[in-house]
């Protein structure tokens, strides 16, 4: 079984810095790609950015240059750290992984304020 567990999200004005974490339970985790994707209201759930077991990173155009993803799997964590943060930066953010089905986190909020 696995099990997700966003936090660090929060309230910043724009321009400002936030940093989240995901702690994944199971032995799995290292093996599995993990991603971080955000919904904002009315609007589709979106990827934001991936990192693969080897460290490979992939990340939507709009957040390029922003954020950047890592892992430390020893730890079994995830992390995205958002710099120079938009008002459409606004958003649930969920980490993800797929194996033999989608797990999910929670969720954790972030707005960005103008």
């Known amino acids: 079984q696995v099990q997700l567990v966003e936090s660090g999200g929060g309230l910043v004005q724009a321009g400002g810095s936030l940093g989240l974490s995901c702690a994944a339970s199971?032995?799995?985790?290292?093996?599995?790609?993990m991603d971080w994707y955000r919904q904002a209201p009315g609007k589709q759930r979106e990827l934001v950015a991936s990192?693969?077991?080897?460290?490979?990173?992939n990340y939507a155009g709009s957040v390029k240059g922003r954020f950047t993803i890592s892992r430390d799997n020893a730890k079994n964590m995830v992390y995205l750290q958002m710099n120079n943060l938009k008002p459409e930066d606004t958003a649930v953010y969920y980490c993800?992984?797929?194996?033999?089905?989608?797990?999910w986190g929670q969720g954790t909020q972030v707005t960005v304020s103008s």
């Open positions: 993800h992984t797929l194996f033999v089905r989608d797990y």
């Open positions: 990192i693969t077991s080897g460290g490979t990173t």
């Open positions: 199971g032995s799995i985790f290292r093996f599995r790609t």
